[in-house]
């Protein structure tokens, strides 16, 4: 039990990235999958902060009068660069979503694959 | 029905995600492997290693530059893709005046009085960002929020306006030059691409003047995509 | 080290700086962009063949950035699988040179330094990616390429192009992600990023599961990155939609790289015992096989020229995953020959039909009636891309297949060599469809009897392509031997056993 508890964290990144997924899956509504893949790289980043953080610790700041352990720096850094990355596809995505809401009159899948409309 | 199936592949994929997850090391413990192989060398190497007091800043400008220069290019790709894709060049129909959105007096008394005190936070989160918690890329996603909020206010016209398009462009592309040029220097004062010099007092300026040109770049990029979703919005 | 390795960052950080310059520089002025673009290409591509004499004089080339030693910094290498990079470079200058004209009559004046800039971004990506040492800097790279290739894509007009870049947006962006959550496993499993650490560190793991997850991730990734079936749904519409110069970058070389990924994550699981490569061999034979077969059907049942170019990249693909999954010396330098061949007939034929589309306006076969008289030079390097694609010996296309069946008979799966034949004639099929109805048929639209000949500038890459891909296959010994330690490599400890 103690050996579940201890990953729980890594479990409820799991099931946040799980509902990311069904929404991306189920959604037809293609803002609602723009949030899902949103909701999936949320998961993953709360993967890699986790991983990087040490029960006590302090942030890796030097000089501050912190105490050691410090939290790896190195996840801070990955998760950052992967925000800016997470936020540059969303904004290129929304962008196209307009341009089909304008061109195609919808932005709900289903209706968008309907040859007859 | 399709429903219930995308549920069940999703399920099934989240147990074996669990699976996987409850065996690395736990979270938190200082034992893990997190902790005692690279993380371990860099706080061992310390600012005169790193470059910075705030390690995440050492790793991103200095033993990961090339990650963070990539994070820049990411970024600018996508302004110029929002730019290139976008409505807002294709129709060329009157553009409906900014003030059809009123903002009430409250909010936009509010914005202006607190404006000056979101830039100077935002320049104090880019200037001071390799010493204390903060950076560039923070401290220019607040400058670009400031902006957008300034364009809800004074309408997108006015920032549209701030600067002449060519000036536009090169300011945009400041921080991958800017990066460019860091690594170029590295290799001239160093011996390798996208290393730090020392002294130290040219260190410094050289990680002041990168997080400030990644400052200034998310802040455009921000306002880029902003703008260019107002204006197809509109069109 | 020499001071040639400087060199090996140059090869991201020039095309990339020449793309970021480009619209400040040449705003509103598109062919002075074309020229810049092209020069920059160019230089990159000298570069690279610096660094290829190097790699051929010596050892594999490494440059760590920063100074730093691998694990603590970032590392670039130059091994054989970079080398692709020359043929990148070679084939994106090709490109270049093909795009003014579709780029002058399709994209407006003041979004044509942009189109240059995402080319010249996406090169230094894609650079970037088969240089990557360090699994991070895999997926930053990554993104580089990907967020300028969806960006192309939507730069085609009308509301086909929309939907085809938002679907391979989509399907890209969870891949990516899978790519992400994996690097995030290995570190949180390593402590490492640097990829020949983590493959040290992940021989003495003791962590099945979170290994074999990583490695799902990793590989449900690259296929659908390489658009192996049936993790290939987004490719056919962003391939045949897109502008054609676009076309040819994304069919012959933005979809290889999911190939590169795919070898970078055999080579780093190759020393961890526990995790199941053989499994991994088998999907991907089958895979092959399938995509092999469906792509070629789906090609024949296709009516526009540029679907069934995407639909035969669908089951060339699968070439290359076969030859990858049968892990023999000469199964995997032949799936590494054939990506070479594969990115030089297909970039030739999407150059060749966006000439068309762009002269005639026409997209259907049944429309291309009878252009054979009306441009014979264009028609002629079609047919010759198409009789490459099929494999008849001793076309490029020929070499990566032969080498493939070979490795099935060493790795004992004779059968597997009737999918290929089988897949080369269904191949055939539908080229025969479109040469009869180029050069046997009498014209039906009034536009092929309008049309003329294509400009040089989209002539010369079409016919030197075309050429390339029927005689290239003559000097498949020489690039069968240069791929052999890299194919040594992949299949490497797991051969003994």
């Given at each position: 039990m103690t050996e579940g508890l201890a990953h729980l964290d890594y479990i409820a990144v799991v099931i946040l990235f799980a509902i990311g997924l069904y929404v991306v899956l189920t959604k037809q509504n293609l803002i609602k999958k723009i949030i899902g893949l949103n909701i999936m790289e949320t998961a993953v980043f709360g993967l890699i902060v986790t991983s990087g953080m040490v029960d006590g610790g302090s942030p890796?700041?030097?000089?501050?009068g912190l105490e050691p352990p410090y939290a790896s720096p190195i996840a801070h850094a990955l998760v950052l660069t992967g925000i800016v990355v997470a936020l540059s596809v969303t904004a290129l995505a929304l962008v196209l979503i307009l341009r089909v809401k304008a061109e195609?009159?919808?932005?709900e899948l289903d209706e968008l694959l309907e040859p007859d409309e | 029905m399709r429903n219930a199936l995308a549920l069940l592949i999703v399920i099934v994929l989240a147990g074996l995600m669990m699976a996987g997850v409850s065996?690395?090391?736990?979270?938190?413990?200082?034992?893990g492997a997190v902790h005692r192989h690279v993380a371990a060398h860099y706080i061992d190497g310390g600012t005169e290693a790193g470059g910075a007091p705030n390690l995440v800043t050492a790793v991103l400008l200095n033993y990961r530059a090339l990650d963070t220069y990539g994070e820049v290019v990411v970024i600018f790709a996508a302004l110029v893709a929002v730019l290139a894709v976008?409505?807002?060049?294709h129709s060329r129909g009157p553009r409906r005046q900014p003030d059809e959105l009123p903002v009430s007096p409250v909010v936009d008394r509010i914005i202006r009085l607190l404006a000056p005190f979101i830039a100077l936070f935002a320049l104090f989160m880019i200037l001071e960002g390799h010493v204390l918690p903060g950076g560039g890329f923070q401290g220019g996603v607040v400058l670009g929020a400031l902006l957008i909020l300034l364009s809800l206010v004074l309408g997108p016209r006015r920032i549209r306006r701030m600067l002449p398009t060519p000036a536009l462009f090169w300011t945009r592309a400041i921080a991958p030059l800017v990066f460019a040029l860091t690594a170029i220097a590295g290799l001239a004062l160093a011996g390798w691409l996208f290393a730090l010099p020392e002294p130290a007092w040219l260190r410094e300026l050289i990680l002041v003047g990168l997080e400030l040109a990644i400052g200034i770049g998310a802040a455009l990029a921000l306002v880029g995509f902003y703008l260019s979703l107002e204006a197809d919005h509109h069109d | 080290m020499s001071s040639l390795a400087h060199l090996l960052p140059l090869t991201v950080l020039l095309p990339i700086t020449a793309g970021v310059l480009a619209p400040a520089l040449f705003h509103r002025r598109g062919l002075a962009c074309w020229w810049w673009a092209l020069a920059a290409a160019i230089l990159t591509f000298a570069t690279t063949v610096t660094l290829w004499r190097q790699l051929q004089s010596g050892s594999t080339i490494s440059y760590p950035l920063g100074g730093w030693p691998p694990p603590y910094g970032i590392e670039l290498v130059f091994d054989g699988l970079a080398a692709l990079m020359l043929v990148l470079c070679a084939l994106s200058v090709l490109i270049l040179l093909a795009a003014r004209r579709y780029v002058e009559a399709t994209v407006p004046s003041s979004r044509q330094s942009l189109f240059y800039a995402l080319i010249l971004i996406n090169l230094g990506g894609m650079n970037g990616f088969v240089a990557a040492a360090d699994l991070f800097n895999l997926f930053v790279f990554m993104e580089i390429f990907s967020i300028s290739a969806y960006a192309l894509v939507a730069l085609a007009r009308g509301p086909v192009a929309a939907l085809a870049a938002l679907k391979y947006l989509l399907v890209g962006a969870v891949s990516s992600l899978l790519v992400l959550l994996a690097v995030a496993l290995l570190h949180a499993q390593t402590?490492?990023?640097?990829m020949s650490d983590v493959a040290g560190l992940l021989a003495q793991a003791e962590a099945p599961g979170a290994s074999a997850l990583a490695l799902g991730c990793l590989v449900v990734g690259f296929l659908v990155k390489a658009a192996i079936f049936p993790l290939h749904f987004w490719l056919p519409d962003a391939h045949a939609s897109a502008p054609s110069p676009v076309s040819a970058l994304l069919s012959g070389l933005v979809v290889k790289m999911g190939i590169v990924g795919l070898v970078r994550t055999r080579i780093l699981f190759a020393e961890a015992e526990i995790v199941p490569l053989l499994m991994l061999d088998n999907l991907l034979v089958w895979l092959g096989v399938i995509a092999i077969l469906a792509g070629a059907v789906l090609a024949m049942v296709q009516r526009e020229l540029k679907l069934m170019l995407a639909y035969s990249t669908v089951a060339n693909m699968g070439y290359i995953a076969l030859g990858i999954g049968l892990a023999t010396p000469s199964a995997v330098s032949g799936a590494l020959a054939h990506t070479v061949y594969h990115a030089t007939i297909k970039t030739g034929l999407f150059l060749t039909a966006g000439s068309i589309l762009l002269c005639t306006g026409l997209s259907r076969v049944d429309d291309l009636r009878g252009l054979g008289q009306r441009m014979p030079l264009t028609s002629g390097a079609l047919v010759l891309g198409l009789l490459a694609a099929t494999g008849i010996?001793?076309?490029?296309?020929f070499v990566g297949k032969w080498q493939i069946a070979l490795g099935a008979l060493q790795a004992g799966q004779a059968w597997v060599i009737g999918v290929i034949l089988a897949g080369a004639l269904l191949t055939l099929g539908w080229a025969i469809r479109v040469i009869n109805s180029l050069f046997f048929r009498p014209p039906a639209r009034a536009r092929v009897i309008t049309a003329n000949e294509a400009p040089v500038s989209m002539l010369v890459p079409s016919v030197l392509l075309a050429v390339l891909a029927v005689s290239a296959g003559l000097g498949g010994a020489i690039l069968l031997g240069l791929v052999e330690p890299l194919a040594l490599a992949i299949v490497g400890a797991d051969h003994d056993h």
């Open positions: 890796p700041l030097l000089g501050q195609c009159g919808s932005i | 065996q690395l090391p736990p979270p938190g413990s200082p034992d976008g409505l807002s060049g | 402590g490492s990023l640097n010996p001793p076309t490029a296309g």
